[in-house]
């Protein structure tokens, strides 16, 4: 016992090193793989002014439909089974949304997504993009409904206007 006590305080460098050497590769697998991922919850899902057109939309069609916002496009439309470059086709839309769907709140089937256009739309590269999501709506089948940003949206005309190209 005499001989162990020896060797532990005649070695004392030693074990401290080893000792920092064992926490070191503790605390490198407890932060890496199994650590915390790096994301956060955003502050908010819409902008404010996506928020004050969904709370008139909201009303404009009170319990008709369904309202869903910040939609996937690939989660509203699929691309065909036997499609020719199928990934192709589904890659241009797995990062493309749609500002609202509304859908049948019996089945939660689409019947109508909105784009709510803003300035942003007016530029090049952002016309090139609605335009594509204008022609995948329409090969599908699926009204894409645009509605020009505003102060305020009378509800009536909303209402009518999503009635009408449901």
């Known amino acids: 016992m005499e001989s162990f006590v020896n060797v532990l305080t005649g070695y004392w460098p030693?074990?401290?090193?080893?000792?920092?050497?064992?926490?070191?590769?503790?605390?490198?697998r407890m932060y890496s793989g199994r650590g915390?991922?790096?994301?956060?919850?955003?502050?908010r899902l819409v902008t404010k002014t996506e928020l004050?057109?969904?709370r008139a939309l909201q009303k404009a069609v009170m319990d008709d439909f369904d309202l869903f916002?910040?939609?996937?496009?690939?989660?509203?439309?699929?691309?065909?089974?036997?499609?020719?470059?199928?990934?192709?086709?589904?890659n241009?839309?797995?990062?493309?949304?749609?500002?609202?769907?509304?859908?049948?709140?019996?089945?939660?089937?689409p019947r109508l997504a909105i784009e709510l256009d803003d300035r942003?739309?007016?530029?090049p590269d952002r016309q090139e993009r609605d335009e594509f999501v204008d022609h995948a709506f329409e090969?599908?089948?699926?009204?894409l409904l645009r509605i020009p940003?505003?102060?305020?949206?009378?509800?009536k005309e909303l209402r009518e206007l999503i009635l009408d190209n449901k």
């Open 149 to 155: 940003v505003a102060k305020n949206y009378d509800l």
């Open 36 to 43: 915390k991922l790096p994301y956060q919850v955003r502050e």
């Open 92 to 109: 241009k839309i797995l990062a493309k949304h749609v500002d609202f769907v509304l859908c049948d709140p019996a089945t939660l089937q």
């Open 14 to 28: 030693l074990w401290m090193v080893l000792g920092m050497i064992l926490a070191l590769i503790i605390l490198v």
């Open 120 to 123: 942003s739309h007016e530029r």
């Open 69 to 90: 916002a910040m939609v996937r496009i690939a989660d509203i439309l699929q691309v065909h089974e036997g499609a020719a470059k199928r990934r192709m086709w589904l």
């Open 52 to 54: 004050r057109f969904y």
């Open 139 to 143: 090969s599908a089948g699926l009204r």
